[in-house]
């Protein structure tokens, strides 16, 4: 049987929320610019239209469950990911506050590189800019392999270096001599609940 969906029309011909794609085609088939969106339960439908559109477009409907989460991660944070098209394929990292969403940093796309390779350097690239800024605020990660690296000090990746890819490692060269010169809290990053909060905030939303 399948999944109850809930779409929200933000806007179209009767903006709200509806249950079935049939109703809501009936809102957005033709009109012009209509702005909507899918959502796995009631309230992150109920969130969502809360909220603006522009908040949810080309992102995961998933992002943004955390706010009505039993559980919620600790705000004030950054939040950070990384994409890569490929493996290896052209990557890139960002980071975001966990709460607006608002982007702090934006790095790349490299060419050759990983998503594990780039959730480390966002990682520390996050560290790095809470140092600058006199903050001290958690980060968090859906990395746990990133996570793990940052911890020892060490990017255990299994990419090849290559005139490509130079400044990937120029970039992790850099990481590990930071983190060999700075001792983490152990609570300086956090593991990103997926199952529970949805999508990190800092995803990029190409899944």
């Known amino acids: 049987m399948p999944r109850q969906k809930y779409y929200v029309v933000w806007k179209g011909r009767k903006p709200g929320i509806f249950t079935s794609w049939g109703e809501t085609e009936k809102q957005v088939k033709g ?57 290896p394929g052209k990557m890139e990292y960002r980071g975001v506050f966990t709460d607006s969403q608002e982007e702090i940093f934006r790095v790349g796309p490299f060419p050759d590189g990983t998503n594990n390779v780039g959730e480390f350097l966002a990682i520390v690239h996050a560290l790095t800019w809470l140092e600058k800024q006199e903050k001290h605020l958690p980060i ?11 911890y020892t000090g060490k990017c255990k990746t299994q990419l090849k270096h290559t005139d490509r890819n130079a400044p990937i490692f120029a970039l992790i060269h850099s990481a590990e001599n930071w983190l060999a010169e700075n001792e983490l809290r152990e609570d300086a990053v956090l593991k990103w609940d997926t199952e529970l909060w949805g999508e990190n905030p800092a995803d990029f939303g190409r899944k």
């Open 31 to 87: 009109y012009a610019a209509a702005q909507y969106k899918s959502f796995q339960s009631l309230k992150e439908a109920e969130a969502a239209y809360r909220s603006e559109y522009q908040a949810f477009k080309g992102k995961p409907s998933s992002q943004g469950k955390w706010r009505e989460a039993s559980v919620k991660p600790i705000l004030p944070s950054i939040s950070v990911d990384a994409a890569c098209s490929g493996s």
């Open 140 to 150: 968090y990660s859906d990395s746990r392999n990133a996570i793990s690296w940052v």
